[in-house]
């Protein structure tokens, strides 16, 4: 819940930050399918839905970014920002994020085809990663860029994979969690730039300040509605009890 309104004083540049963060008390980090993956309830099946779902979230993410790039004026905001396409799409040096992600879909015995034809792909997920590129293509750059700020919350739940997946989930190859290490120091060095280009911009009114807790708000229900549909899908499975399910094309 955001604070108070006392009249229409904008809050301090701290007071707005802390705001911000507050909004991580909805992270899907508490989503029900998340915490049962933290206690290690999830079947191989399950998780391999979530990997080959959560896939379809990954290859959009340089998408977004490019469509921020491309509505942004500002050169020195372009040349910080392009690294996070870089980030996942990878470069003659580095393996990007979307390979790292396919192999933590071979490292829960997904093969390449599984994750990357997307065949296991719910609707509910295509749905609100559409909506979440879609809103960074047609909204000022600005509101793009704080609607990014989930990843204010992002370290702990890949700190939590790297920590508890090798005894939750011992049959997960080790490599499949390279991305989660990668991420680790990513999203903070993004999360430094996002926030000062929100801070900066929302600040100047109580009103833009409120606008831009609604954005964040609407980038936490995406990952939230992803989680949904995940769980749904694996729903699905646990009732089937057939470990063939997730390969059957739906």
Known sequence: MNAPVIGNTPWTREEFEQQLRDKGRGYHIYHPFH???YEGKLSREQLQCWVANRFYYQIS???KDAAIMSNCPDKEIRKGWIQRIIDHDGDA????GIEAWIQLGQAVDLSREDVTSLKF???GVRFAVDAYVNFAKQRPWQEAVCSSLTELFAPHIHQQRISSWPSMYPW???EGLVYFKKRLTEARRDVEQGLAVTLDYFSQTRELQ???LDILQFKLDVLWVIADAIMLASTDIKVENNVDYLRQPR
Request: hydrophobic share 40%.
């Open 172 to 174: 997960v190859k080790e």
């Open 121 to 123: 792909v719910t609707p």
């Open 35 to 37: 915490v049962m993956m």
């Open 61 to 63: 993410i340089p998408q």
């Open 210 to 212: 409120e606008k831009a």
């Open 93 to 96: 040096n580095s393996v990007g």
